[in-house]
């Protein structure tokens, strides 16, 4: 596995691999890999001949208020693990590679209304950094495909948008969600739980898979249904953010047109905010259809 810390040596070896027709998978990361990651890497390996991952803790996303400056940085255990999962090229450029006339003065990308809901809503800025900096990157790998977790499912919808709005000519693939053992959404911030909050964790997923049996049998109050898993978070010990039942296409309010729906939420224990969903498939045939976990 190579390493590069600068663009110019980096989209060297691409043109290598470009001249003798090999194709490309990307995946983006902040790092502090976990499973979750290497499940991106494996589905990146199974679709193309070279697999590219980027590790760059991007200050543009990250509020005044927010882990920036806590947010782990593990370089060697994670080359570690790329290296042990066959990944050609390791990208690890340095902020001032990313933004050379410092942020203030960098162009921005911004993906009205998809971004501007759920966490859009509360950590305002935030997808306009996720969204600037993926494009940058975008630009300097130019890959064939690039591999996202739906863990982040709104985040996955906006780079979809980004990248048909501004005709990338690049493949989005989205990978289910990978889960401890007992439902919770694997995630870098997992490490911050103290042990009595990791037992608590789980009850995430459990309310959000409440919900969606609940719709799948047909109750379709869903502001009663958001209300009530609301309150269970919040008796759990959770400070719920947001609680959400939207159509999976838009992250609109549900309406008759709508053939996925997507439950989301993001919470904070303590001091870590954990986000989740889950998705309920609508099969016109037999009204509420088969489910699909998130």
């Known amino acids: 596995m190579r390493t590069y810390n600068g663009k110019a040596q980096l989209q060297s070896a691409i043109q290598g691999f470009r001249q003798s027709g090999q194709s490309i998978a990307f995946v983006p990361t902040m790092g502090n890999l976990h499973e979750g990651h290497l499940d991106l890497v494996r589905k990146g390996r199974a679709l193309c001949d070279v697999v590219i991952v980027s590790i760059f803790v991007n200050p543009l996303q990250f509020g005044p208020s927010e882990d920036l400056d806590a947010y782990p940085r593990t370089m060697a255990a994670d080359k570690e693990k790329l290296f042990s999962e066959g990944v050609q090229v390791l990208y690890a450029p340095g902020v001032e590679d990313i933004y050379p006339e410092g ?21 305002p800025g935030h997808f306009d950094g996720v969204t600037t900096v993926v494009s940058k990157l975008f630009n300097i790998v130019q890959p064939d495909m690039a591999i996202f ?116 939420a993001a919470a904070r224990l303590g001091a870590t905010r954990l986000i989740d969903n889950v998705r309920l498939a609508l099969n016109p045939v037999s009204d509420w259809g088969m489910l699909a976990d998130g």
């Open 103 to 123: 942020m203030a003065a960098q162009t921005q990308v911004h993906v009205p209304d998809l971004g501007d809901t759920l966490c859009g809503g509360s950590r």
């Open 149 to 264: 977790g739906e863990k982040d499912f709104q985040q996955l919808s906006i780079v979809r948008k980004m990248v048909q709005d501004l005709c990338m000519p690049i493949e989005i693939v989205g990978v289910t969600t990978h889960r401890d053992e007992d439902g919770l959404a694997m995630s870098s911030r997992n490490g911050y739980l103290t042990r009595a909050q990791r037992q608590v964790a789980p009850v995430l997923h459990q309310t959000l898979n409440s919900c969606r049996e609940a719709i799948a049998c047909g109750f379709d109050n869903f502001l009663q249904l958001e209300s009530h898993a609301r309150m269970q978070l919040l008796q759990a010990g959770f400070e719920p953010d947001y609680f959400a039942i939207r159509d999976a296409r838009t992250l609109r309010a549900v309406t008759e047109n709508t053939e996925e729906i997507a439950i989301l």
